[in-house]
């Protein structure tokens, strides 16, 4: 492990803090919206890679948070009885895929495996990705903004108009989702501490990974593109792959995220795929600064956080759409940039510079 | 199908087709003098509406609908002046977000202040049932009026661009923002006019609408991505294309519901702006020579 993944450490400090103080004052019941927040972070680092660094915007994001939850949610709870003869059905059965059980009727019933569901989900997840991404890609500016908008419409659409995922009710009874024997995700009261760090560990996991990728080569080249795409053509950047592969990357991401937390609340309804989601994971990211993982995996966890408890009450899309057009207005590098960034650019040449600096 | 039926579709589309291409008209005229896509846009067309409603409360119809529009004009050059007018060379990104804002803005206080009932004009001659026959099809009163002020509206603005000083300036600054400010043009204040143009044009087609569609606090955002989608189709800042392409988008959308289920209706105009903006970017009119000097 390269030392600056030790950055890490501090915030997995923080999440131990975090859960011994809940536990230890008796209010527990802040985990559960911890645990939901950090589903939302993870959608939002993803974002932010997409959005800071490869400076592509999306605003249909919760697409493919919807696709993710979605499919998972009906996967494991849509009877595959009726179908049982169906080839495709029956491949499944025999890849050990399917687990059958009874529903509360008695009847017998036939659902996909959690684990096969999730891959099922994150796979089309990023198959949508990759087909929407290589001609959309291409646009830029508004016509990107409303591409991505008009395909989270879409998504919207169908999930409310189909049957098969509940229409307006969306689908609910979803069952745990078993990651490991003895580790499971899912909303009962005696797991609330094993789903927080189920959770923050996949926050954790995720943000290693993009920590490491926009250090790499890759998050170089990606740099390159959002700097200028042309100075990043001439020097050899395959700027369109780059572009695709970070968009796939950030969907993967937003629906991991649609399949956990689906599983953690043990259902999924329409106003995730709305665009007033999607709108709110870019406010966060702008908030958090664009270019800044930080910046957005703090902000992520701090504004899902105070809207799940319910702070701003029936307002809570207005704050968001206020938040958009203030961090817009007033400081476009983010909230964290501004005052930390501030103070960071005057501490560091004392850092580096020794003596020199402090004199 | 039957003729009677043919036409029945038609109408419907023309009726849909001609408050997109309005809706497409307000994206072009803010397109053309700033480069900016007010996201905003579809918000207009829903406070027309509404605002019409709550004045027909003290005032008689005519006067309601103008008390209404000549609000959301001055709402239209309040969002110019507030957000829009100070920023030095704002970036693409940076004004399609802030937009969106507004939008959410506008949306979530309609949601506050009206609710999320449905509401409507009454019918401005007749009733909802009454209807005339137009080669043996049956069409409300109220739809011609839809396609009556739309026409209008077409034509004012072609008069008001081509015939009116003020007129001229703003598409000198739409041109040539240089050139419009080195012949004593104001190009700033062009800007808050074609805000204000905009969401008049806007709020007139939200409230002819009103009785046969309905309004409520939230069809901005489906009218803003219908209207964006006529614009792209007609060629970005080409309003007579945009006519053009609304019509097309209102009859291919009416004719659509007779194969695939109401609730995709959405649906399929969003697939038709995904398909133009990957093929022909800069539209069935325009010319990709030119587009090739713009921003996509």
């Known amino acids: 492990m390269k030392w600056r993944n030790l950055a890490l450490l501090p915030l997995f ?49 919760a697409g493919f948070f919807a696709i993710g939850g979605y499919l998972s949610a009906a996967l494991t709870t849509r009877s595959l009885v009726a179908f049982q003869d169906h080839t495709l059905v029956r491949l499944l059965h025999a890849a050990g895929c399917l687990s059958a059980g009874q529903d509360i009727y008695g009847e017998p019933m036939l659902v996909v495996t959690p684990w096969a569901a999730c891959v099922i989900a994150v796979l089309t997840a990023a198959v949508v990705a990759l087909l929407l991404g290589i001609p959309v890609l291409k646009l830029k500016g508004h016509y990107l903004a409303m591409a991505t908008l008009g395909f989270g419409i879409i998504i919207y659409r169908i999930v409310l108009a189909s049957s098969y995922f509940g229409e307006a009710d969306g689908i609910s009874g979803v069952p745990g989702f078993t990651l490991l024997p003895g580790l499971s995700v899912n909303g009962e009261f005696s797991s609330r501490v094993e789903n927080y760090y189920i959770a923050w560990g996949v926050l954790l996991l995720g943000m290693l990974l993009l920590r490491n990728l926009i250090n790499s080569r890759a998050g170089r080249a990606l740099r390159a593109i959002h700097g200028s795409i042309e100075a990043a053509d001439a020097v050899g950047v395959d700027t369109a792959r780059f572009k695709v592969y970070t968009f796939v990357l950030s969907a993967v991401f937003a629906a991991l995220a649609g399949v956990l937390l689906t599983h953690y609340n043990g259902g999924i309804g329409p106003s995730e795929a709305g665009i007033m989601k999607s709108v709110r994971y870019v406010a966060i990211v702008a908030v958090g600064g664009m270019a800044n993982l930080w910046g957005a995996l703090i902000m992520g966890v701090v504004l899902n956080f105070l809207s799940l408890r319910g702070l701003f009450g029936s307002y809570d899309d207005a704050v968001f759409g206020l938040i958009l057009i203030l961090i817009m207005l007033f400081a476009p590098g983010g909230i964290l940039t501004l005052r930390l960034g501030g103070l960071w650019e005057r501490l560091r040449p004392k850092a580096k510079s020794g003596k020199e600096g402090a004199s | ?178 050139a419009a400010v080195l012949c004593g043009i104001d190009t700033r204040n062009m800007v808050t006019l074609s805000f204000i143009l905009s969401a008049g044009i806007g709020a007139v087609a939200g409230a002819v609408m009103s009785p046969i569609t309905y309004t409520q606090y939230d069809i901005g955002t489906g009218l803003a991505i219908k209207g964006f989608t006529v614009a792209i189709l007609g060629g970005l800042g080409n309003s007579l294309g945009a006519v053009a392409a609304g019509l097309l988008l209102g009859v291919i959308e009416a004719f659509s519901v007779s194969v695939v289920p109401l609730a995709f209706q959405d649906a399929i105009s969003i697939a038709i702006l995904l398909v133009i903006l990957f093929v022909r970017p800069h539209g069935l009119f325009g010319s990709s020579a030119a587009a090739g000097l713009k921003e996509f």
Not at chain 1, 19 to 40: H, W
Not at chain 2, 60 to 80: D, F, K, Q, R, S
Not at chain 2, 86 to 113: D, K
Not at chain 2, 158 to 177: D, H, K, L, P, Y
């Open chain 1, 13 to 61: 400090a923080v999440i131990v803090l975090v859960q011994v103080l809940c536990s230890a004052t008796d209010s527990i019941y802040y985990l559960t919206q911890l645990t939901m927040s950090a589903y939302y972070s993870l959608l939002i680092i993803g974002l932010c890679v997409l959005m800071g660094y490869a400076g592509q915007i999306s605003m249909g994001h």
């Open chain 2, 1 to 178: 199908m039957t003729v009677e039926l043919f036409i029945q579709y038609l109408v419907a589309g023309i009726t849909y087709g001609s408050i997109y291409a309005i809706v497409a008209i307000g994206f072009n005229i803010i397109y053309n003098t700033t480069g900016i896509i007010n996201f905003a846009q579809g918000e207009f067309v829903m406070l027309g509406g509404m605002l019409s409603i709550t004045f027909l409360h003290f005032l008689p119809l005519p006067l309601a609908i103008a008390v209404a529009v000549l609000c959301t004009m001055a709402i239209g050059a309040a969002i110019e002046i507030l957000f829009i007018r100070w920023l030095h060379n704002p970036g693409v990104l940076r004004i399609v977000m802030i937009t969106v804002g507004i939008s959410i803005l506008i949306r979530e206080a309609a949601l506050h202040v009206w609710g999320d009932n449905v509401h409507s004009l009454p019918y401005f001659v007749g009733n909802a049932v009454s209807t005339i026959a137009i080669f043996g099809a049956r069409v409300s009163p109220q739809v011609l009026c839809v396609i009556g002020a739309c026409g209008l509206m077409v034509l004012f603005l072609i008069v008001f661009f081509q015939m009116t000083s003020v007129g001229r300036e703003m598409r000198a600054c739409a041109a040539n923002r240089t």
